[in-house]
């Protein structure tokens, strides 16, 4: 019992050291566990006959644009999924059941207070105030309205 314990206690420890994520039906889960101290509007355009969403989602002092729609999925119906475990590789590979289409296809972009993203989703900081888009087009595209 004693061997089976320090097992669990080594597997927990090594865990906690190498910064194992935790997994989710949206994929890793590296939630903001930062306390709200705002909100930052999020919104979705399909591009499509579906409706666009858009909501007001928690933002903590640590937040970023991964971890808004992180907290929208669990606060909502809205289903993603993404690629990459360390916040630099973050990927949004779907949203709403919308899939990517890669090379010279639509995929999802973010913006920032209508800048575009310039680095990956986990990486990119926002603060309370700020609105997030995410819209299914070409990276190069301006917003679309």
Known sequence: M???FSLVLFACTICFACG???TSPSGPVTADSSPAIGNVQLEIKFNSDRDNIKIDVPCGSNS???TILERAGKNSELDFESTGRAADKKFVTSIGGVDNLV?????????VNGKL???SAGLYRVEPGDEVLWVFAKYSEPEND
Do not use: H, S
Request: charge should be positive.
């Open 2 to 4: 004693l061997r089976v």
């Open 117 to 119: 993203g310039d680095k």
């Open 20 to 22: 194992c994520e935790k």
């Open 103 to 111: 090379a010279a296809g639509d995929n999802w972009v973010y913006r």
């Open 64 to 66: 970023t644009v991964f």
